[in-house]
């Protein structure tokens, strides 16, 4: 079985970063693709990034394009995004995922099999 745990997450102010980290074990990290989503309160699940089984291909929501930077350490089996000038709009449970299969991009979250626990990301006007 596949394992993924994220952390990271905490409060910050708008314009402040974090850096969120996802732990996977259970199979052989480097190949297979991974991404992150986020929920917010009564909102759907949305994709937020991805990038395929050696990090060098990767994919951003627009909402996120140009401050989220996501990779990943495929020898310590980790997976990171980088979160830069944080908006209120931001305030979410991150999740980090991985598909039954492929290591190409994804970006729907129906093709993701595994998920982590999620962490909370919360940012203050």
């Known amino acids: 079985q596949v394992q993924l745990v994220e952390s990271g997450g905490g409060l910050v102010q708008a314009g402040g970063s974090l850096r969120l980290s996802c732990a996977a074990s259970?199979?052989?990290?480097?190949?297979?693709?991974m991404g992150w989503f986020r929920q917010a309160p009564g909102k759907e699940r949305e994709f937020v990034a991805s990038l395929n089984w050696n990090g060098i291909v990767t994919d951003y929501a627009a909402s996120v394009k140009g401050r989220f930077t996501v990779s990943r350490d495929n020898a310590k089996n980790m997976v990171y995004l980088q979160m830069n000038s944080l908006k209120p709009e931001d305030t979410a449970i991150y999740y980090c995922a991985t598909p039954r299969s492929g290591g190409g991009l994804y970006r729907s979250l129906y093709q993701y099999h595994y998920w982590g626990q999620g962490t909370q990301v919360t940012v203050s006007s």
């Open positions: 259970g199979r052989t990290f480097s190949s297979y693709a």
